[in-house]
T-cell receptor, first 110, second 117 residues
Framework: RKEVEQDPGPFNVPEGATVAFNCTYS??????FFWYRQDCRKEPKLLMS???SGNEDGRFTAQLNRASQYISLLIRDSKLSDSATYLC???????????FGQGTTLQVKP | DTEVTQTPKHLVMGMTNKKSLKCEQH?????MYWYKQKAKKPPELMFV???????INESVPSRFSPECPNSSLLNLHLHALQPEDSALYLC????????????????FGPGTRLTVL
């Protein structure tokens, strides 16, 4: 079983749609969680940190469920510019390394 | 300034060449990283420097040789590479390796796209 698992998609949604991505992690001792966004042939960029209390940044909401060991990202009112690959990232509590999920591809269509 | 810079943006080299990739950050970060990313795959960690000392080497072949001249700079020296080493090489930095106490976001540079002929 992979340490961090994501549905690779692709998710094809119309503009204005709400879309949700989930990610599961296997190490219950993991402490830090992030969503990164990566555009084609570009570097990953930090989108949001994820906290147990949940956090929201405009149209984006991230949630952490420690009991079930999953992280979610909700995007409301999707824009064409949201098309990208979204990487779920967990910091290993043992080594401090970033453990990446495989990424979920989102394609927002007009 | 929340920027990590990398040079060159693109590099084409033969299997007998020696080249170097460079990375720089001026955010006062004390941890710096090299990653390799193949198409449609997530980044794979290669090396971690913490306070200018190599702290993690992910069993990377010796044809890749990292160097950290100071806290702002990170180099990756390349020698006798193979075509399968062609990839996007990403540098990242983070404030310090204090993962046990919470978030430790990494900031990535734009990468060097390497092609080995």
């Amino acid at each position: 079983r992979k340490e961090v698992e994501q549905d690779p998609g692709p998710f094809n949604v119309p503009e204005g749609a709400t879309v949700a991505f989930n990610c599961t992690y296997s190490n219950s001792a993991s402490q830090s969680f992030f969503w990164y966004r990566q555009d084609c042939r570009k570097e990953p960029k930090l989108l949001m940190s994820v906290y147990s209390s949940g956090n929201e940044d405009g149209r984006f909401t991230a949630q952490l469920n420690r009991a079930s060991q999953y992280i979610s990202l909700l995007i409301r009112d999707s824009k064409l510019s949201d098309s990208a690959t979204y990487l779920c990232v967990v910091i290993s509590s043992n080594t401090g390394k970033l453990i990446f999920g495989q990424g979920t591809t989102l394609q927002v269509k007009p | 300034d929340t920027e990590v810079t990398q040079t060159p943006k693109h590099l084409v080299m033969g299997m007998t060449n020696k080249k170097s990739l460079k990375c720089e950050q001026h955010m006062g970060h004390r941890a710096m990283y090299w990653y390799k990313q193949k198409a449609k795959k997530p980044p794979e960690l290669m090396f971690v420097y913490s306070y200018e000392k190599l702290s993690i080497n992910e069993s990377v072949p010796s044809r890749f040789s990292p160097e950290c001249p100071n806290s702002s700079l990170l180099n990756l020296h390349l020698h006798a590479l193979q075509p399968e080493d062609s990839a996007l090489y990403l540098c990242a930095s983070s404030q310090e390796r204090r993962w046990a106490r919470g978030s430790d976001e990494q900031f990535f540079g734009p990468g060097t796209r390497l092609t080995v002929l």
